[in-house]
């Protein structure tokens, strides 16, 4: 099927490593959302991307957190210097209009574990 | 204080049984969506409701945007039901507030 897709589906990274983690969103949705969401805990919203312009980073816990989407589709959400506090799984949604609310559709995300 | 609480935070259940999971909201919205995440990460949206009632399959959801509850309902329960079932509210600009969610296990 054509839904979103991430990758890698699981990373182990050494506390200190720098981590890329990719999103494919549905072909021409024009929001891309990424969501941190710790064990036993609801997503929590990282930032947003109308097309290529990254319209609300005001969820980024720290300056280590870095997200890009260059050409409005393929996402990619960086973070340096990991800490043992960014292991969670990291979720990313998209959604057809630019119109609030709509659907989401996500991805089955990144389970990131930093030892 | 979260925007978005659901309860129960777990629910166990024997197979047939009829499940309600709530959400109370303390934002005003005009839409309410449910969730469906299966162990392993990924979230399917069950629905989308604004008013009254929506039916799919043996899921039923409700909301009272006056008294801003909502209700997830499940009859005839299946094992595969299992799941974390997570209410969300929009907050604009596309984004939404997440209920913790309420991890349902339903035994054969």
């Known amino acids: 099927g054509a839904g979103v897709s991430q990758s890698p589906r699981y990373k182990v990274a050494k506390r200190g490593q720098d981590v890329a983690l990719r999103c494919d969103p549905i072909?021409?949705?024009?929001?891309l959302f990424w969501y941190q969401q710790a064990l036993g805990q609801g997503p929590e919203f990282l930032t947003y991307?109308?097309?290529?312009?990254?319209?609300?980073k005001s969820g980024l816990p720290s300056d280590r957190f870095f997200a890009e989407r260059p050409e409005g589709s393929v996402s990619t959400l960086k973070i340096q210097r990991t800490q043992q506090e960014d292991s969670a799984v990291y979720l990313c949604?998209?959604?057809?209009?630019?119109?609030?609310?709509?659907?989401?559709?996500f991805g089955p995300g990144t389970r990131l574990t930093v030892l | 204080k979260n925007e978005v609480e659901q309860s129960p935070q777990n629910l166990t259940a024997q197979e047939g049984e009829f499940i309600t999971i709530n959400c109370s909201y303390s934002?005003?919205?005009?839409?309410l969506h449910w969730l469906q995440q299966h162990p392993g990460g990924g979230i399917v949206s069950l629905f989308m409701?604004?008013?009254g009632k929506k039916k799919h399959g043996r899921l039923i959801a409700t909301i009272n945007i006056q008294e801003k509850h909502s209700s997830l309902h499940i009859t005839a329960s299946h094992p595969r039901d299992s799941a974390v079932y997570i209410c969300?509210?929009?907050?604009?600009?596309?984004?939404?507030?997440f209920g913790t969610g309420t991890s349902l296990t339903v035994i054969p």
């Open positions: 409701l604004s008013s």
């Open positions: 969300a509210a929009p907050r604009g600009g596309n984004q939404f507030y």
């Open positions: 934002v005003g919205i005009s839409a």
């Open positions: 991307f109308q097309n290529e312009a990254q319209l609300d």
């Open positions: 949604a998209s959604s057809l209009s630019q119109s609030p609310p709509d659907t989401q559709y």
């Open positions: 072909s021409g949705h024009v929001s």
